[in-house]
């Protein structure tokens, strides 16, 4: 016999005895045979709440053009696979940044991140276009 098979009739045995005993209501209503004993709990993704903007990485995203205007200026971005992205001041960008300001050449990102020596850390980020003479990827 299996230790497995032992166990199920153990607990069979036990919930058979507790229903002849009628002492189900107080001790055997809380077993469960088939409950795992240890309780697994998947914690929820953090990015599922997230913009697909806000689930690349800095690193990954390519200045292509800036529309400025004083008033309204707004900056287009593509990641990694290519797909772009129209932002404009104050929109989340990154897992961590949101855009701070956009010039006629490079959008200023800034982000907010949690050092464990020294707390909360300000890093600004420039996103550039690329010159003239530069290869484009």
Do not use: W
């Amino acid at each position: 016999m299996r230790s497995r098979d032992k166990i199920v009739i153990l607990f069979m045995s036990i919930f058979l005895i507790c229903t002849l005993l009628k002492v189900g209501d107080v001790f055997c209503s809380s077993i469960d045979p088939f409950k795992p004993f240890i309780k697994t709990v998947r914690p929820k993704s953090p990015k599922a709440h997230l913009l697909p903007i806000q689930r690349v990485k800095l690193s990954e995203l390519t200045l292509k053009g800036i529309i400025y205007s004083p008033e309204n200026p707004m900056a287009l971005i593509n990641d990694a696979s290519g797909k772009a992205y129209i932002i404009k001041v104050g929109d989340p960008i990154g897992p961590l940044g949101h855009v701070k300001f956009i010039t006629k050449s490079k959008v200023i990102v800034e982000e907010v991140y949690t050092d464990v020596f020294e707390g909360k850390k300000t890093r600004i980020v420039e996103l550039s276009l690329p010159q003239k003479g530069e290869r484009k990827q």
